[in-house]
């Protein structure tokens, strides 16, 4: 898997480029993995609502034609597009997600963080009072406060087209959180957001992005 490195750049542009990457490849085009750190920008997925941008003030929203709702991109985050044939791969959308939580999981791991999936809600999860104990979440979540007690350190969102994948998975490293103030995170109101740095751990972006790609590639390496 090519990986690229992308640094600093403009969501739109990079949307706009992996959409054209995707349909311009063949069954022979070797698979990518881009990494990047995009300036501030909300982005509505194919289910996004406008009443779930409260005041995005000067930041901009674009629209996207990845799945889930609003989410925020800024710098101190790293986002990683793994640009695949799901059928080279041998697998099937729903597993695909799977691995790619499980790259995130692994990740957090190595910083000593135990994340969490939630069902019915893509991306991982931190317990905010204990983030590096090892409990498992307790039984269904009350349904009235699916997240409490949470906050999201990572958020998912994908496309495929043809059997190959764009749009991808953005960890929270030492981000100004302010912004997701701004909206319900991917639809939901009053779900908290973290990083990295505001749990106490002092990674750097480059740091992260390295060993989320290095993870991401061992799921998707036939």
Known sequence: MLIRHLGRCDWQATADAMCAFTEARSERTPDELW??????????????????VHGAGAIPVRQ?????????????QVVAYPLLDLRRQGIYVKEYVFRIEAAVLKVLESYGVTGHRVSGAPGLYVRLDDPFGHAALAGPADPREPFRGLG???????????????????????????????????GFAGLATVDL?????????GEAADRLAQRLVGQFTP
């Open 35 to 52: 990494l990047a750190e995009h300036e501030p920008v909300f982005t509505q997925g194919v289910a996004g609502r406008a009443e779930h």
């Open 64 to 76: 996207s034609n990845r799945g889930g709702q609003v989410t925020y991109h800024g710098p101190g």
């Open 152 to 186: 999201k350190i990572a958020a998912l969102g994908i496309k495929v087209s043809r059997h190959c994948t764009y749009h991808g998975v953005a960890l929270n490293v030492a981000m100004d959180l302010e912004p997701f103030t701004r909206i319900d995170p991917c």
């Open 197 to 205: 740095a505001r749990l106490g751990v002092p990674a750097t972006w």
